[in-house]
């Protein structure tokens, strides 16, 4: 029988024959059948049936209100559809009409809503868009809807209501998830755009013939799309060239669309059977040929343009016009290779169902419900399991078949019954996540009525699901409780204004979260200047390297200063609207510590090179003073013997400069007694108030309860008098003059504030203050350095405070100052305090000379000193060898080591130095008495030597009195 083809919407419509009577159902099932085997024959038949009932009903020429309202009812009773309903609107999209079926009195709150309010997401977004709107989620996409609440395990499908560009309303619907498929959608699609155009007849008042027609028409290529659906499309010309192909297509093909446009469709669809490797006919030409649908044979692999094999089955079918030409072919394939090996085994089973029932994966339970008198649900039985189930369950076939659940599991929870008979009862299928606390198992289960009085169960068990859900909620909240205990402050911005904050931001900078939270980032930072910086800089080196770190400051809301380095990343790359969450770190310690280490590493270089000059120095004065000393004492000439002593005066003085020197350096010698610090700031009182100007003003406050410690009398009187004497000089015009002492306790707070290294602990301090002129902020940082000087040429060395800071250092304590111009300076030192000790008198031993034949050994590599002791020896009455060469020493040593009673051997040697040559000389006799001798104090590898069993260390240059009392120490030992 002649059939017409009627079009509905975009190129697909419905069949009818010319006297108006549906045509063609009969092959629907076998099409759908063989070509999308994954949809269940009960779900074939409802699709058919849809179609049917609306070709039906549109033919029965209802009016509108009739029409939309038993549409709504037959897509839910013929289709499965949980719920139906249209909105339709006028051409200012507002609403003028609903219809629905479904949701009975459920309906009433959402349709006085949309009137009164407007479109909810789902109408609104279709609308807008045109294109079929999916919501997976209601409870979450559509939170002013009033049913959303009631669609949580269900799918949300919206679709606009359009014909000809003319917006008309929206159709909505809801369905299980389970059978949300592309086959659904596009089903849905077309209901949609069929009763566009039945919506648009009726508003139009077109003749009933139109209707008809067009009807035909969208059914004749609905019955086309169905019989050959699949995940790939490709559409080609007459010729056989490629006009169209979906995204899928090009996956699988390789070819992108502007690749394949206008090129033959064996080009990229190149196809073979998979056992003879042979290329299989194209199934377009055989289309253009007979005009019919065209199925690949099984066993045909399509090789993609990179050469990527894969198992397909496809099927294709002629595009026609509206007077019955051939237009083109529409190609529909999909990959099937994961699914042969398993088609391929249902094909050689005994049957279909009976292995998909055998092998599915899932667990499927055929049940009969047992009601009571009142016919509510009591039990249910099970008729039939599969082995997935048994797998899942751990419940046997054998052993539960023909029984009740009750009698199997009498603790099952009532909702499992409940949610069963439901189903069986209202024929609406449900899905929904439970636990079998008998089983100890989670599952999803998707329950429906496959006949009356029986319902069948798929499930899967989510177990592993729900635990990785807890343990991911349970990493959320540690990654909440890291947020909120992070060792540094964690934010996040919003085109920087300030989203989110942990404590220690707040923390940081004294705000509370609520002061900061919704405030420009410009609060933290101290000048606009800063604020810019920052923004411009970390967010260049986001955008080049998907981070950025600054070192900025962030002013505290006290006001106080802090340093920090600053880390930004953004949430989204991809679009930074997102917000972006900062980490920032507190370095205000750190760069205390690094200005504290960089002063320090400068002070340590000027010593080492201060106590260098000193050493050298000091051996070429050795000579000079050691020199003029042997001719005063054997000089009978009193003209000679008075210049050999201004000679000697001399060289004094300039001793005085190495002496500041290494007081700097810290390698003076160093006598340390237990000295009443009040004593010595009264002897330089004494010594001052001779010699400074009337003008100046003299007070002490000597508040120390405990003023002993261990001390260097001499060092710390002069360095006292050095600053004295700094003060007098600045103060030209008159002043005050005060000393003034007190004992502390440091606490670590104190020691961290510093910008040196301080130790915590009792302190015994001295303050040396005036009233003069000040030193400038310039001058500051410099002040302890050797030979910086603000004072004319020749008025002064500049080594004045750098002695001090040496002697200060020496004693293990340390100076800090403050000072404004024109207000003047406070110098103030720190003393490590000792308790306990008295100041006693030192007294002056006289020379002693050798009482045996002592046989000395003097090792020494600089001439002039190993000279001049080699002649004080002698005259002390000792016989001496001596060597500038350590091996020629050890050699020496080795051959006469029973004969020589001591050694003087110097530190710093030219080949081993004073440590290592001390081992070699006890490897010859672990016996050997050496006396270490050095520029330096006793410190360092002269302290390890003396651990090591050195008798004792004499400083250079060697004066008589020293030597004389060392060697006869160590010698009657």
């Known amino acids: 029988m002649p059939c017409m083809l009627v079009t509905a919407g975009k190129g697909f419509g419905y069949l009818y024959s010319m006297n108006n009577k549906p045509q063609g159902y009969h092959g629907m099932r076998k099409k759908l059948s063989d070509h999308d085997s994954s949809l269940h024959p009960e779900r074939q038949g409802a699709i058919m049936e849809i179609f049917r009932a609306l070709n039906k009903l549109i033919a029965s020429r209802p009016d509108k209100a009739t029409f939309l309202t038993e549409a709504c009812d037959l897509m839910n009773t013929n289709h499965g559809y949980y719920n139906t309903w249209v909105v339709l609107v006028d051409d200012n999209l507002r609403v003028k009409e609903t219809y629905h079926s479904g949701s009975g009195s459920w309906f009433s709150p959402l349709e006085g809503h949309i009137v009164e309010d ?36 269900m799918t949300g499908l919206s679709m606009r209501l359009e014909y000809n560009g003319k917006i008309l309303g929206a159709l909505c619907a809801a369905i299980p998830q389970k059978v949300l498929t592309p086959l659904e959608q596009m089903i849905f699609t077309e209901i949609a755009q069929c009763l566009s155009f039945v919506i648009h007849s009726h508003q139009q008042t077109q003749e009933r013939n139109s209707i008809l027609e067009a009807l035909k028409n969208s059914e004749e ?19 056989g060239r490629v006009a169209n192909l979906n995204p899928v297509a090009q996956h699988l093909t390789g070819w992108s669309m502007e690749e394949a446009l206008g090129l033959p469709l064996t080009m990229i669809f190149n196809i073979v059977n998979a056992d003879t490797r042979q290329t299989v006919e194209n199934p377009i030409f055989r289309v253009l040929k007979t005009g019919k649908i065209v199925g690949l044979a099984n066993h045909t692999i399509l090789i993609s343009k990179t050469g990527e094999e894969k198992q397909i089955a496809d099927s294709a079918a002629p595009i026609m016009t509206d007077s019955g030409k051939i237009a083109g072919v529409v190609l529909v394939f999909r990959d099937v290779t994961e699914e042969y090996a398993m088609q391929d ?10 292995s998909l029932f055998t092998n599915m994966v899932s667990g499927y339970a055929l049940h009969e419900l047992i009601v009571d008198e009142a016919g509510k649900p009591k039990d249910y039985r099970f008729l039939r399991v599969n082995p997935a189930f048994e797998k899942m369950t751990g419940l046997k076939a054998e052993e539960i078949i023909g029984k009740t659940v009750r009698q199997i599991l009498p603790n099952t929870e009532k909702e499992w019954i409940e ?42 068990d989510i177990t592993g699901m729900i635990d990785a859900q807890n343990e991911a909620r349970e990493k959320s909240n540690r990654l909440e409780s890291i947020f909120a205990a992070a060792p540094v ?50 967010y260049a080196q986001i955008k080049e390297f998907g981070t950025g770190t600054v070192e900025t400051k962030w002013r505290k ?33 750190r760069k205390k510590m690094e200005a504290q280490l960089l002063q320090s590493e400068k002070m340590q270089v000027i010593g080492q090179l201060a106590g260098g000059i000193a050493h050298d120095f000091n051996n070429q004065l050795a000579g000079i003073m050691g020199y003029s000393e042997m001719i005063v004492n054997h000089s009978t000439d009193s003209r000679i013997e008075k210049y050999a002593n201004n000679i000697l005066l001399a060289s004094k003085r300039a001793g005085d400069l190495t002496e500041k020197l290494l007081a700097f350096s810290r390698k003076g010698n160093l006598v340390l007694l237990p000295t009443n610090m009040h004593d010595i700031i009264d002897e330089v009182i004494g010594i001052l108030s001779r010699s400074i100007d009337k003008r100046i003003q003299i007070e002490s406050r000597l508040d120390a309860t405990d003023p002993i410690t261990l001390a260097d009398s001499t060092q710390i009187q002069n360095a006292i008098l ?57 001058n500051l940082p410099h002040i302890f350095e050797p030979f910086f000087t603000t004072k004319p040429s020749g008025k002064g060395t500049g080594m004045g405070l750098a002695a001090v800071y040496g002697t200060v250092k020496s004693h293990n304590g340390f100076i800090n100052v403050y000072s404004e111009e024109q207000h003047g300076t406070t110098f103030n030192i720190y003393l490590p305090h000792k308790k306990g000790g008295e100041n006693r008198a030192s007294l002056v031993p006289e020379i002693t000379k050798a009482t045996a034949e002592y046989h000395l050994l003097l090792i020494d590599d600089e001439e002039m000193i190993r000279e001049l002791g080699c002649e004080m020896l002698d005259e002390l009455g000792y016989k001496v060898s001596s060597f500038n060469n350590e091996n020629e020493a050890l050699a020496f040593y080795r051959d006469n080591y029973q004969t020589i009673d001591l050694i003087i051997l110097d530190m710093i040697m030219p080949i081993y130095g004073g440590k290592k040559m001390f081992s070699l000389l006890r490897e010859i006799n672990p016996e050997v008495k050496v006396i270490i001798a050095s520029g330096y104090t006793i410190n360092g590898e002269a302290q390890d030597v003396i651990d090591a069993g050195a008798l004792g260390f004499i400083h250079k240059p060697f004066r008589f009195l020293d030597l004389s009392q060392k060697l006869s120490a160590n010698l009657n030992r």
């Open 118 to 153: 407007g479109l909810v997401n789902c109408c609104r977004s279709t609308i807008k868009s045109g294109e079929l709107f999916t919501m997976t989620n209601p409870e979450e996409q559509c939170t002013t809807c009033p049913l959303a609440g009631y669609y949580s395990d």
């Open 221 to 239: 290529q609905l019955r086309t799309t169905l019989s050959s659906i699949g995940d790939g499309v490709i559409a080609t010309d007459l010729e």
């Open 345 to 354: 085994a249902i094909r050689k089973s005994e049957g279909e169902y009976h």
């Open 419 to 460: 949610r069963y008979g439901a189903v069986t009862l209202s024929g609406e299928p449900i899905q929904f996540d439970l636990l079998s606390a008998e089983i100890g198992k989670y599952f999803r289960v998707s329950a429906f009525r496959t006949e009356p009085g029986k319902f069948a169960v798929i499930f899967n």
């Open 489 to 538: 402050g964690i934010g996040v911005v919003t085109n920087r204004v300030i989203q989110e904050v942990n404590s220690l931001v707040c923390k940081m900078t004294g705000y509370s979260k609520e002061e900061l939270i919704g405030q420009s980032s410009r609060i933290f930072y101290p000048t606009d200047e800063d604020y810019e910086y920052v923004g411009k800089e970390k």
């Open 557 to 589: 809301k006290d006001g106080e200063i802090i340093d920090l380095i600053l880390s930004s990343t953004p949430i989204d790359p991809d679009d930074w609207e997102k917000g972006v969450t900062f980490s920032a770190m507190d370095i205000s310690e």
């Open 722 to 778: 050095n600053l004295a004497i700094n003060a007098r000089d600045a103060m030209t015009d008159g002043g005050k003059l005060m000393f003034w002492t007190e004992n502390v306790y440091l606490d670590e707070k104190f020691a961290k504030a510093k910008s040196y290294q301080v130790l915590s602990g009792e302190y015994l301090k001295i303050c040396v203050s005036d009233t003069g002129s000040g030193i400038s902020k310039n």
